[in-house]
């Protein structure tokens, strides 16, 4: 690094500790006026002062400092007031849906994934093409939709899924030991 690199590096350093240290009380004050909380403050104020940093060559009236720094300020701790309103909007309308739709406990989650995998079991043991038949029919497909997608008789897939039903019902309930 040249000499006058190095000075001018110094000097932007001298220049930037010397705003930090005048104007690091009046920045963190612009800061909580808004958003009220010494701790959010503090990263408003530090946040100003890395803009200021990255900034610093642009500032070339030391007078215009002090006003660049608290619309910067005063402009950050708007944008965290902005963000934490919407933040909590979100968790409200989370805790809303939650409480309008029941709110889960773990009991009730565990009976269902139980549930869940009963059935999935219960389904296995159906033989196919019956087994396919009804998840097809389960799903809102028209009998004749079904046969087209398993390449079967239309006239067959009532029955198949008559006779699926009646396997699943068999099969639902019941542990493999009493199956076997």
Known sequence: MSEQTSAAAAKDRIE?????????????????SIVRD???????????????Y??????????????????????????????NIRANTRDE??????????VVSVEEEFEQKAELSEVQRAL???RE???SCLILKQQGLTYKEIAESLSLN?????????????EFKKFYGTTDKEVI
């Open 154 to 166: 239309e006239a067959s897939i009532g029955t198949f899924v008559a006779r699926a039903r009646s």
């Open 16 to 32: 930037f500790e010397e705003a930090f240290s005048l104007h690091h009380r009046t920045v963190f004050r612009a800061a909580r």
């Open 124 to 126: 296995e043991m159906v």
């Open 38 to 52: 010494a701790g959010l403050a503090e990263d408003v104020t530090q946040e100003t002062f890395i803009r200021l």
């Open 93 to 102: 309308k989370y805790v809303k849906e939650l409480v309008e739709n029941g």
């Open 54 to 83: 990255r900034h610093i060559d642009s500032i070339t009236d030391f007078e215009m400092l002090r006003p660049w720094l608290i619309r910067v300020a005063m402009n950050l701790a708007k944008n965290v007031v902005r963000g």
């Open 129 to 131: 093409p019956l087994r």
